[in-house]
């Protein structure tokens, strides 16, 4: 299942089935698990622990050394999930020590062609990154995230679940559950209603979304005020508490 034109160290710990193509190299400290695909001309360096059915195409790039100056060498990791994709010419950096000191990577993920993910970021599960989609340092991004093309976001952002992020936005601040935003600097323009009908939200369910979201910005209300009403609604629609408790953990801002 080892190309012969592949290096792989001694010190890299591959399960049975794990599949890797020519010329690529897996450096020391790296785990594969079960039945992933590691295609032609890629590099793994470690500490990188990555799950079972990953796919990583042509020149990917994963688990090297954060792109940070304040990085001396520390030994940092990089975890990844399972059945994530990763697309031609991908980045992942591993974490530094001056932050989580790892970056993880959840489940299900598509990572099209050239997206980057840098160092101490946090990526939940089923999120698509489309082509050249980029997160600097220290971001989270929640579940269902999708980021278009061109996406750029700003170290220490967070993205909530379902956000979605709309082709060549550029991302400055927190974007709450459920929204769309676009522009640059990104700013919102509704809630991905489509997206949350297509994972399962009832009518009702998104109805509720779709009141808290202009109660947040359509009402002309203080965020403070907004809070308050978002809070009552909370304490019986599960999908506003999910909103309500981003807002309240975010450290630069909403969009607005």
Known sequence: MIDPRAIVSPQAELAADVTVGPFSIIGPGVQIGPRTVVGPHVVLNGPTKIGADNKIFQFASIGDAPQD???????????I????????????NRGTAQGHGVTRIGDDNLFMAYSHVAHDCIVGNKVVFANCAALAGHVEIGDWVILGGLTAVHQFVKIGAH????????VQRDVPPYVMVAGNPATPHMVNAEGLKRRGFNEEQVKNVRTAYRILYRSDLKLADAMEKLQVMAATQPEVKALVDFIASSTRSLVR
Request: charged share 30%.
């Open 81 to 92: 999930g399972d059945r994530n994709i990763f697309r031609e010419s991908c980045t992942i």
């Open 69 to 79: 100056k304040k990085y001396n060498g520390e030994p940092t990791r990089l975890e």
């Open 163 to 170: 956000a979605f992020l709309a082709g060549g936005a550029i």
